[in-house]
């Protein structure tokens, strides 16, 4: 299919009826002497002509160019701009969303601080990958969507504390539903889901929802406050991820960059590409107007 050009500004072009109004209006004007033969007597005009004081000559050529230059001008702010249909896009399948235990067990522990910069860690070794937060203790709460603005999300994790939630209690569960449903809504189709976690309540519904994650791709890891547990290490290997111990950050920031499986995928509709050619009328209003620089002869 041959791609058509569209006008993505089209408004711009009501100026052109306008300019050729003024360029009407100036060529008149120009015509007669720029109105001297209404304001001087007539019989001073022949005379001052007969001296060659007084020039008939139109003199056009500046006024035409001018115009030109400013046709092209108008143009150009129209955006004329080809269509492409047939490019292939992209989008990345990959994400991750830190769960992390803001409960008073964890937030009022010695080793909080350092939880936190596992946390922080963890989302600068994202690199490309949007990152997502969802606190949680009693209730499940999303902190952050996903986004690719991991600045701002490691400060999100920065302040987190017992205050964070108002819910008393523990309930991964509801944290780790709260993860799953913000990598579908985000259509992330591979990715890592990350619970910092003390060990506490994990129970069998944490354990249905390890296995929702690994069924739909994506990987579960727990990034432990106290040393590993049973129940950890079974929570981790059926979400198909690893279990991390505070002393491990270099090798949790690895997993979550170097091996990381970012994809792409081609997507099954086609996206409208727009190439604006404005900017090369511009250049072209630029040879009209080279016109007023030329040497007058004397």
């Known amino acids: ?42 019989a001073l005009l022949q005379a001052l002509a007969a001296l060659g004081r007084v020039s008939h000559s139109r003199g056009g050529t500046g006024l035409t160019a001018a115009l030109i230059a400013a046709a092209f001008g108008i143009l150009a702010l129209s955006g004329p701009a080809q269509e492409r249909r047939d ?14 235990d803001a409960s008073p067990s964890v937030t009022g522990s010695d080793r909080w601080p350092q939880l936190q910069t596992m946390g922080r860690f963890g989302v600068s070794a994202l690199g490309t990958r949007p990152g997502g937060l969802v606190v949680y203790a009693g209730d499940a709460y999303v902190a952050s969507d996903l986004t690719r603005d991991l600045r701002q999300l490691g400060q999100t994790v920065s302040v987190i504390d017992a205050g964070t939630v108002p819910d008393k209690g523990s309930r991964p569960e509801r944290g780790l539903a709260l993860a799953t449903q913000m990598l579908e809504d985000g259509q992330v189709l591979a990715g890592d889901v990350v619970l910092f976690t003390d060990g506490a309540s994990l129970g069998p519904g944490t354990l249905a929802e390890a296995q929702a994650i690994a069924a739909r791709g994506a990987r579960l890891s727990v990034v432990s406050l106290n040393a590993p547990s049973a129940e950890t290490e ?52 630029l040879l009209p107007l080279l016109l007023l620089f030329r040497r007058r002869a004397t």
């Open 1 to 42: 299919m041959t791609p058509h050009v569209t006008l993505l500004r089209p408004e711009w072009l009501l100026l052109l009826p306008l300019l050729a109004a003024l360029g009407w209006w100036l060529h008149r004007r120009r015509g007669q002497l720029g109105g001297w033969e209404r304001a001087a007597n007539p």
């Open 87 to 100: 490019a292939v896009s992209f989008r990345n399948l990959d994400g991750a969303v830190f769960v992390i």
């Open 234 to 285: 079974t929570l981790s290997r059926i979400g198909n991820g690893r279990t991390f111990t505070l002393d491990q950050t270099d090798a949790f920031a690895r997993f979550l960059s170097e091996d990381a499986r970012t994809r792409l995928e081609a997507q099954d509709f086609p996206l409208l590409f727009q190439r604006d050619f404005g900017r090369y009328l511009l250049l072209l209003a």
